[in-house]
């Protein structure tokens, strides 16, 4: 009667045991898949969007009336390119930008200041040629 008393204590424990390590593994794979970056098929994605993010010599939200200012603006990342796009045409605030690239509201701020400043910079050299 005692070893069965043994085998059933050290079944419970176990069980206990075994519920305690997938509960874990649980939330370590949550906390894990929520800071990983969302991906998306080619399937799913609008073609506009896709020749757009392919291919960034097409700018059809800004107008240059200039070639310089073209010029200058198309020397800028991609990155860049994009907060400067959701800023000025889509007249986003920093925290809309955030959360719609899912990147840190400092790395926003960060990207449209060294791309105003890039821009700037551009423009002085293409005005001196």
Do not use: Q
């Amino acid at each position: 009667m005692t070893k069965r008393k043994d085998d059933e204590n050290l079944r419970n424990r176990f069980t206990a045991w075994v519920e305690h390590v997938v509960r874990n593994a649980k939330h370590y794979y949550l906390r894990k898949e929520v800071k990983r970056i969302r991906t998306v098929s080619l399937d799913e994605m609008d073609s506009e969007i896709l020749y757009y993010e392919i291919n960034n010599e097409k700018i059809e939200d800004f107008f240059f009336g200039d070639e310089k200012i073209y010029n200058a603006y198309k020397e800028l990342s991609c990155m860049r390119k994009k907060v400067l796009r959701l800023l000025f045409i889509h007249e986003m605030t920093i925290l809309e930008i955030s959360k719609e690239l899912n990147i840190p509201s400092s790395y926003v701020s960060n990207l449209k200041y060294y791309a105003l400043k890039k821009l700037k910079e551009n423009i002085e050299k293409e005005l001196k040629k």
